[in-house]
């Protein structure tokens, strides 16, 4: 099974600051890697796949870059309402494997 | 378009369960829907994805025998069946479409399904 480890676990922003998130692969996923943001009590939202293409409605200020085993989400500038956890996903394999995710907070 | 989910369900160890997720606003048949699972304040896990069109459903290893996926196109339902509950398996479901060129692209999810399993 290919882990995914998340890190940091938790990120103080402040509004209008860049927020970078880091996202390891135990091995090779090639491009294959996804991001998600889940706000409390709701169900996730896909942002980002292929590591780097915007899902439908997304903001541009949320990219995603990286290959192989190192990927990065950026939030060029948080906003109040960016206040989530995010997971990357790595789909290389049928329906793969999360990272643990890291909880944005707005400082 | 929209997924509705069936609502919260509370049981106990060794019940059957089977919970489902309702499509509207689009052709049911050529979107994948999968199914992920959040234990209680913990991240998310893929469970298991179905076709309905060819009725093709793939598991993750970690639950390949221990749920088993679904979908009726005739009522455009996708169902997560459990034939023996545990109490590890209290935790909110989650069902999403998948995109028919490549099911990781998941643009509408299901509100969830709070499912409690205790003696």
């Known amino acids: 099974e290919i882990v995914m480890t998340q890190s940091p676990a938790t990120l103080s922003v402040s509004p209008g600051e860049r927020a970078t998130l880091s996202c390891r692969a135990s091995?090779?996923?090639?491009?294959?890697l996804a991001w998600y943001q889940q706000k409390p009590g709701q169900a996730p939202r896909l942002l980002i796949y292929?590591?780097?293409t915007r899902a439908t409605a997304i903001p541009a200020r949320f990219s995603g870059s990286g290959s192989g085993t190192e990927f990065t989400l950026t939030i060029s500038s948080l906003q109040s309402e960016d206040l989530a956890v995010y997971y990357c996903?790595?789909?290389?394999?049928?329906?793969?494997?999360f990272g643990q995710g890291t909880k944005v907070e707005i400082k | 378009v929209l997924l509705v989910q069936s609502g919260a369900e509370v049981k106990k160890p060794g019940e059957s369960l089977r919970i489902s997720c309702k499509g509207s606003?689009?052709?049911?048949?050529?979107?994948?829907i999968g199914w992920v699972r959040q234990l209680p304040g913990k991240g998310l896990e893929w469970m298991g994805i179905?076709?309905?069109?060819?009725?093709?459903?793939r598991y993750s290893p970690s639950f390949r025998g221990q749920v088993t996926v679904s979908a009726d196109r005739s009522i455009s339902t996708a169902y997560l069946h459990w034939s023996s509950l545990k109490a590890s398996d209290t935790a909110m479901y989650y069902c999403?479409?998948?995109?028919?060129?490549?099911?990781?692209?998941?643009?509408?999810w299901g509100q969830g399904t709070l499912v409690t399993v205790s003696s």
């Open positions: 999403a479409r998948g995109d028919r060129s490549g099911w990781y692209i998941t643009d509408y």
């Open positions: 606003g689009y052709s049911f048949t050529t979107y994948w």
């Open positions: 179905v076709y309905p069109g060819e009725s093709d459903s």
């Open positions: 091995q090779s996923v090639s491009s294959n």
């Open positions: 292929g590591a780097s």
């Open positions: 996903h790595q789909y290389n394999e049928w329906l793969g494997t």
